[in-house]
């Protein structure tokens, strides 16, 4: 059994800084890429940021020199850094991970229950 927790978000005001966590627990061999994903209200999930095992990154251009993405390897955890934020930053986030359970065992993606992001003066 897999579970991705999350943390963090809530309210911020426009300009406003939030830092989002996602630990994931459970009998895991390892875990390829991590990746934050957002849905804003009758809008498809969007990538907003993705890391993989090695620390490669890449991110959405609206999030660009915004968002850092990181991850500690050891604990499992991915993070979202956000700083700027604009009103249309708002948005549940999700957190997902590509996990294998055993060595060249296949890769299965897991997601988080979502956190809520809002940014409102």
């Known amino acids: 059994q897999v579970q991705l927790v999350q943390s963090g978000g809530g309210l911020v005001q426009p300009g406003g800084s939030l830092r989002l966590s996602c630990a994931a627990s459970?009998?895991?061999?390892?875990?390829?890429?991590m990746g934050w994903y957002r849905q804003a209200a009758g809008i498809q999930r969007d990538l907003v940021a993705h890391?993989?095992?090695?620390?490669?990154?890449n991110y959405a251009d609206s999030v660009k020199g915004r968002f850092t993405i990181s991850r500690d390897n050891a604990k499992n955890t991915v993070y979202l850094q956000m700083n700027s934020l604009k009103p249309e930053d708002a948005a549940v986030y999700y957190c997902?991970?590509?996990?294998?359970?055993?060595?060249?065992?296949?890769?299965?993606?897991?997601w988080g229950e979502g956190t809520q992001v809002t940014v409102s003066s």
């Open positions: 459970g009998s895991i061999f390892s875990i390829n890429a």
């Open positions: 997902n991970a590509q996990i294998r359970f055993v060595r060249g065992g296949p890769v299965f993606s897991y």
């Open positions: 890391i993989t095992s090695s620390g490669e990154t």
